[in-house]
């Protein structure tokens, strides 16, 4: 075939791993780069150009890898739009809103997450948009072969316009965002990180609390394990004046590196095995599950970290009348089921906020602000 | 945060167990009464409360949990709402119906059942609404660390506009609605009810008969362990000189539970090992299948209860030529593959009803007649 | 019920095995045939009989079962619709297509294939269209319970408009076919067919090297088990002037069925064990994966195999500038990871093919050209 007809051909796989690629870790790049990887001559336009094209144009955010990636400009125009999407869901019924119509995204969850993935799902489907489920794609029937990640990545890119990837190793997002040339949302990878976790969580301390710089934050139970604690650390120490207090069995204390980070940053934290005492304190408790799949055979140290720090009426009682209780989901018993009542448990508003900072997320990736 | 503060925002999970709760024994209530439940003083204004006020001025359902909860007169409706939906699914190519747009309903499946599944999402999608999938929600990673279902549902109801629970224990179906906020039908849970498969099936009766006062109707085959023989003896005792014939081994007798209902209810009933003689009285003839998994190691008893009682040519031959043949399906021997092409074999378009009346419920529950 | 009442009555479900049956193997009907099957009288109308009609008059195909059904003119058709899909496609998130919708397709999958199905899915979406999807319909309860396909299908018909099935028997989608009365697309069925892979396959070929008539082909790796060569090789022997190579391991050499049909259709065909040498002479390379799982026990025999036939940098020093290296992937590493930069790599783009494809027979199914 001659050059000039195979220039006119679709290219949607272009050679990877450009230098000109767009860095998820500038939420707010200097000026708009192309997101196309990889050369990009003007002949090579492919199939999948125009809405990146359009992306270049209005959006601002590349993927979504890392709770680190975004800094307070970032956060404050993400948490604007997820306020934004409130209406548009309250709307659903009578209007429903077209922001993101003709836009396929695909879910591809190596490991089930029925939570985050229905909960992306839904972000999508209220802005009119479409999805493509994969429950559980560590039966993919190519992985079981052998595929590689980034493989079934460059396959999935050729049939949607958006992965929002659940995987069980650290730095699987990263990889398939340095592959795709479509945004790649990180929904969790493995012991790594769970970006729209985080978000999540400092967006509900704002909508409840009303202000970020200044708020004392108690973090209580699983501290070693819990991925979602630590990405609220970091993401908390972008805001000043931060107070944060670790409450935890000894078994699984808050680890040095996240420490290490609150010092360099210049936050405030101290230990403490009073909950009591903390909660009497704080705006926001972060109650956590222990988690007993980390402790294999020593079901005698689970047991005993697990009754250690409950949140029930006692805690209620201490509890300032404005600052709320918080949890990432799922919870056994380490907060009562008495405390659901109380205005002040804030849990499941918090889930229902994981909804429309997806949509905000959505949004800003495929057709920006 | 001050208490005008936190009245503004929203408050989509309310204290549960409010004694004004719309009862969902309560087809008809008498006045509108409002499915806010808990308080729902006037500044709590849910982001959900759009669609739920909406039906409160033009629906009539709340939930969907049992047979038993409806009349004749919920009946007529719904049957009358499932006669227009082949209509508008008839109609479905040339202009859809958008009758549901912008609604999102969750199919929440403990426990797989395709058949089931399908047929609610090919409802909702025949009125224009969306749908969020969950084939095995026992694997639920929440479910799995020891959620309970009520947390499960209160995240859920998030992100969805209605809920179809399909589970592995009696009373869960009640549970779920107990705690949403949004509509629940019950899908089938365990042992208990599946008011779904129950209303198709009357409305089966009613549109290839004609009538239900005045049916005669054979039970054949497992009537102690099917829900579904047991759901429609209740249901089709609401109408008048109803005569049923039970058909079955020994080991798999109608209980006594049914038969005293029906005694209650003055519902004329008769056993009988005698199936040609049955098949020449009746309207309808209602097939099931042998649980086998219901027999355990006892294998040579299921052989046994199996081949005793099968819808065959002779049965066709004895069978009124106005009368048909309804099966709930899966079906395997205990109706011959020679009896489908007979036209009095009614069990395809059974299936197909349960599209109808599945449409129907939606529409009813979420925006009304 | 009177004749006449049921006269008046759905009939989704007619008599099967009609001998009027519009047959699959006629692409291209010599005059428009009814797809109702089974006597189809007037009055018997069904639910489903509007697209069935429509069908009948502006479609030309029936069922997709086998590569072979398709000839010339047929696949010429196919096609072109696929190359004005691309252009669909581009332009779905300004405009999105309504061709299909109110459409509702079924994807029942009996084994899990992620890459098949998210094609199909997003096929259909990509032209408005809506989707029932089983990932994995073996678990399907009924199948499970002893259900036949042919009721599973029965059942399914009455709550979609096409079916595109997934099977592990070979020959299970003629049998859908036999027994639907909406279109049926064959996705696999095991050891059988996948004639929408052979499609891809021959588009990606005209695609990428502008014609199909004269053109040098070499397929290596497994010739025996792969049926993707097999149906590449019955589907590229309806063009002229062809030159297949086999490049292959003694042990997964490509059948005498093959060669001797190739024969019969006056196809030149040699085996080769150099594969520089055929690639420096071919327009295509067709690679494909040593399938481990058809070894056994047989270890030593799969990793001899394995490494025989590899496409890496010296296969493409010799490979003429025009050529292209294709594989219906997934794959290991029969071809190195340093060749998906070439542009004469073309497996990637083959496969987002196979969603130009999959739409173009979604829309010449349901409503034509």
């Known amino acids: 075939m001659a050059a000039a007809a195979r220039a006119a051909l679709p290219r949607p796989f272009l050679p990877l791993h450009s230098s000109s690629r767009h860095s998820y870790r500038l939420a707010i790049p200097p000026s708009p780069a192309p997101r196309l990887r990889g050369g990009g001559a003007a002949t090579s336009v492919t199939a999948a150009a125009a809405p990146l094209q359009q992306q270049v144009t209005t959006g601002r955010l590349g993927d979504v890898i890392e709770a680190q990636q975004f800094d307070r400009a970032a956060l404050n125009e993400i948490f604007e739009v997820a306020r934004e999407m409130e209406a548009v869901e309250r709307g659903s019924h009578g209007a429903p809103s077209r922001v993101l119509e003709g836009f396929l995204m695909a879910t591809l969850f190596y490991e089930p997450s029925t939570r985050t993935r229905l909960s992306f ?58 592959t795709a040339n479509i ?99 704080c705006d926001v408790i972060y109650q956590t599950r222990i988690q007993k799949e980390r402790f294999g055979e020593r079901i005698d140290l689970y047991e005993a970290a697990r009754g250690k720090y409950i949140v029930d009426k006692k805690v209620l009682d201490v509890l300032p009348k404005h600052a709320v209780i918080m949890h990432p989901l799922p ?36 057709v920006g602000h």
Chains 1, 2, 3 share one sequence.
């Open 331 to 366: 919870r056994l018993d380490e907060i009562t089921a008495d405390v659901d009542s109380d205005p002040r448990a804030a849990y499941f508003r918090q889930a229902k906020n994981g909804l429309y900072i997806r949509m905000a997320l959505l949004k800003l990736l495929l």
């Open 121 to 178: 799902e839904a972000a999508m489907r209220r802005l009119g948009g479409e999805v493509l489920t994969t429950e559980n794609a560590r039966e993919f029937s190519s992985a079981a072969k052998g595929e590689t990640l980034e493989d079934t990545i460059r396959t999935v890119e050729g049939y949607s316009d958006i992965i929002v990837l659940r995987h069980f190793e650290s730095g699987a997002a990263r990889r398939a965002a340095d």
């Open 183 to 281: 945004p790649v949302i990180n929904a969790g990878d493995g012991p790594g990180q769970h970006p729209t976790q985080a978000l999540l969580d400092v967006y509900t301390i704002k909508r409840e609390i009303g202000t970020l710089d200044g708020i004392k934050l108690g973090l209580v139970g699983d501290l070693a394990n819990g991925r979602t604690v630590r990405s609220l650390a970091y993401l908390i120490a972008k805001y000043k004046d931060i107070k944060i207090y670790f409450v935890s069995p000894d078994v699984v204390k808050m680890k040095d590196d996240i420490k290490d980070y609150l010092n360099s940053q210049g936050v405030q934290w101290e230990e403490s095995s009073d909950l009591l005492e903390v909660a009497s304190k």
